[in-house]
């Protein structure tokens, strides 16, 4: 049975799958979209408004991966928004040994802050698969 979060439960409810939310444990925060098939277009990996604590962390963007036939690769762009203003974009190629394949980047996030990452890549195939991991602590003014 799910350890239900909320009040009453200072360490949060237990895992129950990828979310576009960022779920909150304690003082800890976290955000992991799961596997995302790749797109030619952007798709929304995360997706929610921070609350009121600023998040200190960083964000794993994983370029595409087939896990059938791991020798081969493609090429993904990652897009990070606050407020609707792009703030930055990585770039992630599986296909060439000399490209990093995953890119970790530290990030703060605002109180009360709408963010949306979104990925795009060079193809669209159902083997490639993408993610986002969202990690870290969150500071609550007292």
Do not use: W
């Not at 799961?34 to 990996?45: A, F, R, Y």
């Not at 020798?71 to 792009?86: H, L, W």
């Amino acid at each position: 049975m799910a350890i239900i979060g909320g009040a009453g439960n200072p360490v949060g409810g237990s895992f129950t799958g990828p979310a576009e939310a960022l779920e909150i444990a304690g003082d800890f925060a976290y955000a992991y979209s799961g596997e995302i098939q790749q797109n030619t277009v952007e798709v929304d990996h995360l997706s929610f408004t921070s609350g009121n604590y600023l998040f200190v962390g960083q964000m794993t963007f994983t370029g595409p991966i087939d896990i059938t036939d791991i020798p081969t690769g493609s090429i993904s762009g990652c897009v990070v928004k606050f407020n609707g203003v792009d703030l930055f974009n990585l770039k992630n190629d599986t296909g060439s040994e000399d490209m990093p394949t995953m890119n970790v980047v530290p990030l703060i996030i605002p109180a009360y802050t709408d963010v949306v990452v979104t990925v795009r890549s060079a193809a669209s195939t159902a083997d490639y698969m993408t993610s986002i991991n969202l990690t870290g602590r969150i500071y609550r003014q007292e």
